[in-house]
């Protein structure tokens, strides 16, 4: 998989979905939205993961440490995509906080891509 620089336009799209797991709110009521775009996506289940985890993980996890978090509803696609852009650890090793976290949500979310991936 390329950089996300080389692959905004495709990426943008999951970046924008999976933020919603970094929202104060439940994000078991995102998941079937979530998997619905990861399943429309070009992308395999590992590079979904890798967004996950090196992408969206790194530039919205400060909304999860701000008590009220500052962003309830999904930040604007513009400021999201700079902010990947310049957060992202394409490359580099998973960043440690929130990564138990991140990971109990990505497997319910895998668990949903592929349902729906089985039965569409």
């Given at each position: 998989?390329?950089?996300?620089?080389?692959?905004?336009?495709?990426?943008?799209?999951?970046?924008?979905?999976?933020?919603?797991?970094?929202m104060d709110?439940?994000?078991?009521?995102?998941?079937?939205?979530?998997?619905?775009?990861?399943?429309?996506?070009?992308?395999?289940?590992?590079?979904?993961?890798?967004?996950?985890?090196?992408?969206?993980?790194?530039?919205?996890?400060?909304?999860?440490?701000?008590?009220?978090?500052?962003?309830?509803?999904?930040?604007?696609?513009?400021?999201?995509?700079?902010?990947?852009?310049d957060k992202h650890?394409?490359?580099?090793?998973?960043?440690?906080?929130?990564?138990?976290?991140?990971?109990?949500?990505?497997?319910?979310?895998?668990?949903?891509?592929?349902?729906?991936?089985?039965?569409?």
């Amino acid at each position: 998989m390329e950089a996300p620089e080389f692959d905004i336009e495709d990426r943008s799209k999951n970046w924008d979905a999976m933020q919603m797991l970094y929202m104060d709110t439940d994000p078991k009521c995102e998941l079937d939205y979530i998997a619905s775009v990861c399943v429309a996506s070009k992308y395999t289940n590992q590079e979904l993961r890798d967004i996950l985890f090196f992408e969206v993980l790194p530039s919205v996890r400060f909304n999860l440490l701000m008590l009220p978090a500052p962003e309830w509803s999904g930040f604007e696609r513009e400021w999201l995509i700079k902010r990947v852009l310049d957060k992202h650890r394409f490359g580099r090793r998973k960043p440690i906080l929130f990564r138990s976290y991140t990971s109990t949500w990505w497997k319910k979310l895998e668990d949903k891509i592929e349902h729906v991936r089985k039965y569409s």
